[in-house]
């Protein structure tokens, strides 16, 4: 039985899959199986896994597409792992990643979850290659216990926005670290599967937290996110019409079971319906209430963000809003901003890395200039070794270069 198993759901995105295996090739760690889960519609992932893959590594694939909570599901199935991680196809590892969880883990080994932070890489010109920028932009801090039912009660409560403190964004979520097997094994007998509609990460955070024995914080970043516009939470953030898809494509009754109902263009709506049904399965009492004024101010801020291209599919998104709103009396923050007129979906993606990304990496808070890469694997190489430094010796580390172009 390995000490961990790294499970990577994927979907046609062989170009993104095969740095984030190649970051799985480089770990320093040994102690571990890679499972990608394959889910293609147009572009199967084999060729990608055949250039990485070692013995301790399988490919996956299900008869039909499905849907991504699914796709979770049947990669997580096959793991026989202490510790069970899911990577994103579009992330890279560290290169000590595992390393510094298993050192985590043998400190605390009743943790049941094991956590690590998230920084962002930003493409040049996604589509024509991996170049991009990115600079390690977090303070190093030593492994912390914490306590997953009160990153949960964070979460129902709403009262910041989705991301806005990157430390607790991360906290309790399989994709930003790994759960025991144990504790899935709770998880699948109290709410019959692991992963459930519409967000894997989420659905499955809220029993992982009720059920889990506690939680231990690395206090560093160990994964580089390759900032996407093809990100399904990005084009849902500012195009309407996509989030409806998603909605729909899991189940089209969930437009209308939504916390606030029928209000699919707000991302913190979504990510509630997910809170709230995965509640549903907990024991009776075990998780806290949803905060429905605060969800209101963020529903708000959502829209004022989305790129509308339909001005009545825009007013009637509104009125369930402001109808919401008189109900509970909450009064809005400020006036929706002026519509743009009609914008093409490529600009709309442009404008998605731009508003979203910061909610999915550190911005730092130093004069340091982001610096260019080949890849993500060569930025999290960087990371790798800048964070290392500065564990080893505080505020004394080397940092990243300012000016250097590496390519």
Known sequence: MPRFSVVVPTR??????????????????GDFEVIVSDN?????????????????????????????????EYGCAQASGDYVAVVIDKTALHPSALEVAHRALVAEPSADIVTWW????????????????????????????????????????????RG?????YVRGKIVFGAYSSVLLDRIRECAGRVFHPLTA??????????????????????????????????????????????????????VDALPIRGLYAS?????????????????AGSTPSLDLPNLLRRAREDLDAVVWSDSRERDMQHAILESEEARLGVAP??????????????RMAGAVVAQVAPLERFRSRRAATPVTYASPVDAAREAD???????????????????????
């Open 12 to 29: 046609d995105r062989p170009d993104l899959l095969n740095f984030c295996l190649q970051s799985l090739a480089a770990q320093t760690f």
């Open 40 to 72: 293609p519609v147009e572009s199967p992932a084999r060729e990608s896994f055949d250039r990485w893959a070692s013995a301790d590594w399988r490919y996956v694939r299900a008869k039909d597409p499905m849907p991504m909570h699914d796709n979770f």
């Open 118 to 161: 998230n920084e962002g890489y930003d493409p040049i010109a996604e589509g024509h290659d991996l170049t991009g920028r990115f600079v390690p932009a977090a303070e190093v801090v030593p492994p912390t216990l914490y306590a997953p039912a009160a990153e949960l009660a964070r979460r129902f409560a709403n009262d910041a926005r």
């Open 164 to 168: 806005a403190d990157p430390v607790h």
């Open 201 to 254: 990460d989420y659905t499955s955070m809220v029993p992982a937290c009720v059920l889990s024995n506690g939680g231990v914080d690395v206090g560093r970043p160990l994964l580089v996110s390759f900032n996407s516009a093809r990100s399904n939470g990005r084009l849902a953030g500012i195009d309407p019409g996509h989030a409806r898809r998603f909605v729909e494509a899991a189940d089209a009754a969930i």
């Open 267 to 283: 991302v913190h709506n979504l990510v509630a319906y997910d809170l709230v049904s995965a509640a549903a399965r907990c024991p």
């Open 333 to 346: 923050a400020r006036a929706a901003p002026a519509m743009p007129r009609r914008r093409s979906l490529r």
């Open 385 to 407: 070794r800048y964070y290392a430094e500065a564990a080893a010796t505080p505020r004394a580390a080397t940092g990243p270069p300012s000016s250097a172009t590496l390519l």
